[in-house]
Nanobody, 127 residues
Framework: VQLVESGGGLVQPGGSLRLSCAASGLFLDDYAIAWIRQTPIKRAREGVSCIRAVDGSSNYADFAKGRFTITRDAAKNTVYLQMNDLKPEDTGSYYC????????????????????WGQGIQVSVSS
């Protein structure tokens, strides 16, 4: 099983990025998929967004609501995180994670020890 993130980089405040999480060895539609980040400000990992396997519904951290959107493409076996209006405090390492325990996405912070993790990708927001 492998999860590979892409799409990170350097962007100015107010800009946008779309992160991708491509999977091999598992079918993403069968798993709860979360985006987790670790920022220099908070240091600890925090949940960003999560999409449920059962119905494709999603959950967002308060800081992500209205700015970030999680979607999945079954044909490409890929989950995306569209990030708009990026702020310097969004700078950090972003990880996608997968688990067949769908209830992980129902928790308020969906920060769990997921079975599968990507290697992470850097997002930098700076002028």
């Amino acid at each position: 099983v492998q999860l590979v993130e892409s799409g990170g980089g350097l962007v100015q405040p107010g800009g946008s990025l779309r992160l991708s999480c491509a999977a091999s060895g598992l079918f993403l539609d069968d798993y709860a998929i979360a985006w987790i980040r670790q920022t220099p400000i908070k240091r600890a990992r925090e949940g960003v967004s999560c999409i449920r396997a059962v119905d494709g519904s999603s959950n967002y951290a308060d800081f992500a609501k209205g700015r970030f959107t999680i979607t999945r493409d079954a044909a490409k076996n890929t989950v995306y995180l569209q990030m708009n209006d990026l702020k310097p405090e969004d700078t950090g390492s972003y990880y996608c994670a997968a688990d067949d325990r769908d209830y992980y996405c129902s928790d308020s912070n969906f920060l769990y020890n997921y079975d599968h993790w990507g290697q992470g990708i850097q997002v930098s927001v700076s002028s």
